[in-house]
């Protein structure tokens, strides 16, 4: 079966600080992989996806990056975090762009 | 462009009543629909899908959901709640074109609080 890991699960990190937040999955292969972020509990807004390695698109210019060096690994990065940065960040993955994505147990970043 | 609408911010349901989420959606082409629970501080949990066939469908936990092609709802529900129901809902849409085989992404809703009272 398929299991998605996110890690780490709570980070406080000062302004002005790098960001790594790694996601990974398993049993599967050249899955669709989602970066969200998701505030005061509530909507979700998609940062980026991957289609295969090294393919990335953004939905939204900010102070983020991503990248997928390998077929199974979606990494989320900022050289600089901001304050507006903090929130909860969601991975997530799907067979295809328009079926169900399963998501892992999400990141909770605090920028301080 | 695919939009999902969830009404309510919160719902609120005695125990062992039935209880009903409401969503609906706008998609170019055939919509593909899902509902997903949230509990706090944790990832999203898919409940069910709506490809084609049967309007109503069945998913984890005892929930179902109707899909309903002229109201373009897809209501999620359940015959009797449980306080353990008590988590945010989000209903989400993707849409398969008719054509040229193109595709959108989830869509999502900006999500429903279920609040189950003993």
């Not at chain 2, 609408?5 to 609906?24: F, I, S």
Request: hydrophobic share 35%; net charge neutral; with cysteine.
């Amino acid at each position: 079966s398929q299991t998605i890991h996110q890690w780490p699960a709570t980070l406080v990190q000062p302004v002005g600080s790098p960001l790594s937040l790694e996601c990974t999955v398993e049993g599967t292969s050249n899955p669709n992989l989602y970066w969200y972020r998701q505030a005061a509990g509530r909507g979700l807004q998609l940062l980026f996806y991957s289609v295969g390695i090294g393919q990335i698109s953004s939905e939204v210019p900010q102070n983020l990056s991503a990248s997928r060096p390998q077929d199974r690994q979606f990494i989320l990065s900022s050289k600089k975090l901001l304050l507006s940065d903090s929130g909860f960040y969601l991975c997530a993955w799907s067979v295809f762009l328009y079926t169900e994505a399963f998501f892992g147990q999400g990141t909770r970043l605090t920028v301080v | 462009a695919q939009s999902v609408a969830q009404p309510e911010d919160q719902v609120n349901v005695a125990e062992g009543n039935p209880l009903t989420v409401k969503c609906t959606y706008s998609v170019s082409g055939n919509p593909y629909l899902f509902w997903y629970v949230q509990y706090p501080n944790r990832g999203l949990q898919f409940l069910l899908k709506y490809i084609t066939g049967d309007n109503l469908v069945k998913g984890s936990y005892g929930f179902e959901a109707e899909f309903n092609k002229s109201q373009t709802s897809f209501h999620l529900k359940k015959p009797s709640a449980l306080v353990s129901d008590s988590a945010l809902y989000f209903c989400a849409v993707s849409g398969l074109m008719y054509s040229g085989g193109g595709a959108d992404g989830l869509t999502f809703g900006k999500g429903t609080h279920l609040i189950i009272q003993p």
